[in-house]
């Protein structure tokens, strides 16, 4: 083989070994065969839900016009439950005796419990029923142990107004974020309640509302017996009552220490009240 074409294969093998090297540095900018990192394939991930919020509810009368009917419906069945649900109602209560301001408190001290931010909060699971709860399932949980009465239709006018006040009244909350003013709080304290010592607390503090037989009078709601809640709600247990009434009651000055809520509670759960019978599905 001549010189010459020897000299020609060396200069055309080195010009293929440059122009491959070339190319391969420029798709590696775009393609990392080598490197360990793996492609991003899931949701990006998100700071969780939680920190402050503000109690900032909207007022009633700013609702949109498609829902506001439902809202005002709404509001008046909390506040005055024996005469826009009737019907379903079977004792002496309306829900605003427990849900103060038919709901719209910040809770704390004498706000009683609220449902500002409820919607935000359900569906949940509940240890009580023992699986997913919603709205419309926790109002009838009420409607059937704490009024005594008798579950409200999904479709009916009452249960689509209650929701949609809640919706409303929760509107600007975050699903599911930490809302510190609701629930009924908790009484730390390692006393024993004495049902005895309650019946004392009763006499003095409580019946110039409540009434000398805890029947109830014009100003406050009965406590025990037939047109009261039954022994199903949430009331009925010691630790709600005793820690409602250490923050709520008197309602209109709460003055009682951790010891008299704990007694007082004690005192009136042990009273006679109708019978909650759970209905089998």
Not at 160 to 166: E, H, Q
Not at 241 to 253: D, E, G, S, W
Request: with cysteine; glycine share 10%; aromatic share 10%.
């Amino acid at each position: 083989m001549k010189k010459s074409e020897i000299r020609f294969g060396v200069i055309l093998v080195i010009t293929f070994a440059i122009i491959g090297s070339a190319v391969s540095l420029f798709f590696n900018r775009f393609i990392d065969i080598g490197s360990s990192k793996t492609i991003e394939t899931s949701a990006p991930k998100t700071k969780p839900i939680g920190g402050t919020v503000s109690y900032n509810p909207p007022l009633l009368q700013d609702a949109p016009a498609d829902i506001k009917d439902a809202v005002m419906l709404g509001s008046n069945i909390m506040m005055n439950t024996q005469k826009y649900a009737a019907g379903y109602v079977g004792n002496k209560l309306n829900c605003t005796n427990c849900h103060f301001n038919g709901g719209i408190t910040e809770g704390s001290r004498n706000g009683g419990l609220s449902l500002v931010g409820v919607a935000a909060k359900y569906p949940k699971y509940r240890k009580q029923s023992k699986g997913i709860t919603d709205l419309l399932s926790r109002t009838n949980s009420c409607f059937e142990k704490s009024m005594n009465g008798k579950p409200l239709p999904s479709d009916s006018k009452e249960m689509i107004a209650l929701v949609t006040y809640y919706q409303w009244i929760s509107k600007g909350l975050p699903i599911y974020a930490d809302i510190p003013w609701l629930g009924v709080g908790k009484i730390i304290s390692t006393h024993i309640a004495d049902p005895a010592n309650g019946k004392q607390v009763f006499l003095q503090q409580c019946t110039v509302c409540h009434g000398n037989d805890g029947q109830g009078t014009l100003r406050a709601p009965p406590l025990w017996g037939s047109v009261s809640f039954n022994d199903g709600a949430g009331m009925h247990k010691p630790e709600n009552l005793a820690a409602f009434a250490y923050y709520n009651m008197p309602k209109t000055n709460p003055y009682l220490i951790a010891e008299q809520a704990l007694d007082v509670a004690a005192f009136i759960s042990a009273q006679p009240r109708p019978h909650f019978a759970a209905k089998k599905k």
